[in-house]
């Protein structure tokens, strides 16, 4: 577990990230990453003296398998799982759309992806087991949790994705809205979007943009890639140019 700045620390892979908030010995937990990856939360909880208990939810940018793999694990433990209200049918299993990008939809002849798949694998993106209940959130939402993230609905990549905005702090978590990896591709460090394949929405998923540039933020830390130190106006002039 990597901290970031004071009370902020990321966990996950090189080619996805999850969050742990801190705050007066409690966490907000953003993003729950793939299957097996419940135990590394565990054990970076316990790096800096936290257990699971201390964890007063987990808030999820959306449901796909590397973002809310092990929510039904931490679940089981007793950990609330907070999704947006346009995202619960995801959560819960009951979604009858596109549920995700399937291999086929993928350039199968770049190596990058070939390393990616082969990373992901590791730690168990094919099982992401639906949850049995989830409490939701609402767009605009400030939540009573370690760090009062206030939610921010920027639809397109699924129909409920959410970014946070940790007002005091500066920090904007922008999930897969804006990222600074291209995941297939080379370990790269600028704002940018996922490729239109993974998009269930791509057109909407480029407007929601708009609703990031606005965002009082100086530092982004995104679903997929490195942290980056900018505004989210910077950021998402430099995506549309």
Known sequence: ??????????????????????????????????????????????????????VEAIIATHSHADHLGFGREAANAGVTIKVHEAEEARAL?????????????LPLLRPGTWKFLIAVLRV????????????????????????????IHTPGHTEGHASFHLAKRGVLFSGDALVTRDILGSRTLRAQMLGDEFHNDPARARESLGRLAGIDAHLILPGHGDPLHTSPADAVRAVRA
């Open 1 to 54: 577990m990597i901290e970031i700045v004071d009370g902020i620390h990321r966990l996950g892979t090189s080619y996805h990230n999850f969050y742990v908030i801190t705050e007066g010995g409690k966490a907000t937990v953003i993003d729950a990453g793939c299957s097996k990856e419940w135990p590394k939360l565990v054990a970076g909880l316990g790096q800096i003296g936290l257990a699971p208990d201390d």
């Open 93 to 105: 299993g009951r979604y009858q759309g596109k549920s995700a990008v399937a291999v086929s939809d």
């Open 124 to 151: 168990g993106i094919t099982k992401r087991p639906p949850l049995d209940s989830v409490e939701t959130f609402t767009d605009g939402e400030t939540l009573d949790l370690p760090g009062s993230p206030t939610v």
